[in-house]
């Protein structure tokens, strides 16, 4: 059975840092990316990472998070520092499989307020 499954989101003051990760199981992604959707909002993207490592984020997250993937464990994190109450948002990981199957973690929820 292939499953992400995010952990580590939380309550976190303004200007605090939390880590994300992503647990891939059951396949290999050669693509695995964050996105976030807070209330009332659509699902936006956060940040990516391919297998070669190349990366990409948004402008909103950019000198503040750090994406990272372990392809040893099979894993992604995402490393976010100076929170802001805009981050607050459920983060999302996804990963699109070598033979182009897409899929979705459940989520986790990260709350920035003091």
């Known amino acids: 059975q292939v499953q992400l499954v995010e952990s580590g989101g939380g309550l976190v003051q303004p200007g605090g840092s939390l880590r994300l990760s992503c647990a891939a199981s059951?396949?290999?992604?050669?693509?695995m990316s964050w996105y976030r959707q807070a209330p009332g909002k659509q699902r936006e993207f956060v940040a990516d990472?391919?297998?070669?490592?190349?990366?990409h984020y948004a402008d909103s997250v950019k000198g503040r998070f750090t994406v990272s993937r372990d392809s040893a464990k099979n894993t992604m994190s995402l490393q976010m520092n100076s929170l802001k109450p805009e981050d607050t948002a459920v983060y999302y990981c996804?990963?699109?499989?070598?033979?182009?199957?897409?899929?979705w973690g459940q989520g986790t929820q990260v709350t920035v307020s003091s």
């Open positions: 990472i391919a297998i070669g490592g190349t990366m």
């Open positions: 059951g396949s290999i992604f050669n693509y």
């Open positions: 996804y990963g699109r499989t070598v033979t182009n199957i897409h899929y």
